[in-house]
């Protein structure tokens, strides 16, 4: 069973600082890995999804990568803004459960400090 | 504007009281979804479709019905509600493909059950 983990669970930054949020899982056999975003109050924003064939995808000042054989993948912000504040999930749809199946991350809750 | 619109956004309501939390979205897509958000247990699905008249539980399906009679809209029943059942829940959709698509999610329903 799909499982995906996120680490840290909060994380707090001085703006202008270049950042990394990590997420891991255990069935490397997936058809994407996605990012989002979970403003207070509101639902998810697909941020950036890597096909299980890329390596990485850029959007912006957002930069994801996937490494399948360790199970891993980042997402790098530059330059981070208070704006960028938010909760950050991941998610990972396994091969055999279908390609919209997401299995989802506890996410990391980012702060920007101005 | 292409969303997924849920409704009520919030609710408060007794033990026991019928409800139903509606959801349609305007992009013709194929794949619905609902999940719930509850702390420290992250995101996880309760019901998903794959097209009109085509339904099947997610992980956590006990004590909700939906139907999709029609392509735009996935209803999620609570016929007999339960404490255990307050949290946030919303809806998602994204078009069917082999390789996965972002899902598009709306802005959640805060369910208090007492």
């Known amino acids: 069973k799909q499982e995906v983990t996120q680490i840290p669970a909060a994380l707090s930054v001085p703006e202008g600082e270049n950042l990394v949020l990590n997420c891991s899982f255990t069935?490397?056999?997936?058809?994407?890995l996605q990012w989002f975003r979970q403003d207070p109050g509101k639902g998810l924003t697909s941020l950036l999804l890597?096909?299980?064939?890329?390596r990485e995808q850029t959007s912006g000042r957002l930069n994801a990568s996937l490494d399948k054989s360790s199970g891993r993948s980042t997402l790098y912000i530059a330059a981070s803004q208070p704006g960028d504040s938010a909760t950050y999930l991941c998610?990972?749809?396994?091969?055999?459960?279908?390609?919209?199946?997401?299995?989802f991350g506890q996410g990391t809750r980012l702060t920007i400090n101005p | 504007e292409a969303q997924v619109t849920q409704n009520p956004r919030y609710l408060i309501t007794v033990t026991g009281k019928k409800l139903t939390v509606t959801c349609s979205q305007n992009?013709?897509?194929?794949?619905m979804s609902w999940y719930r958000q509850d702390p420290g247990l992250g995101l996880r699905q309760i019901y998903y479709?794959?097209?009109?008249?085509?339904?099947d539980k997610g992980d956590v399906p006990e004590g909700y019905k939906v139907s999709r009679k029609e392509k735009r809209n996935f209803p999620l029943i609570l016929e007999s509600p339960s404490p255990n059942q307050t949290s946030l829940y919303f809806c998602?959709?994204?078009?069917?493909?082999?390789?996965?698509?972002?899902?598009?999610f709306g802005d959640g329903t805060r369910l208090s059950i007492l």
């Open positions: 998602a959709s994204s078009p069917i493909t082999g390789i996965g698509q972002p899902q598009h």
């Open positions: 069935d490397s056999a997936i058809y994407n």
């Open positions: 890597i096909q299980s064939s890329q």
């Open positions: 998610a990972a749809p396994p091969r055999l459960q279908g390609a919209q199946k997401l299995v």
């Open positions: 992009m013709n897509h194929e794949y």
């Open positions: 479709s794959m097209n009109v008249e085509v339904t």
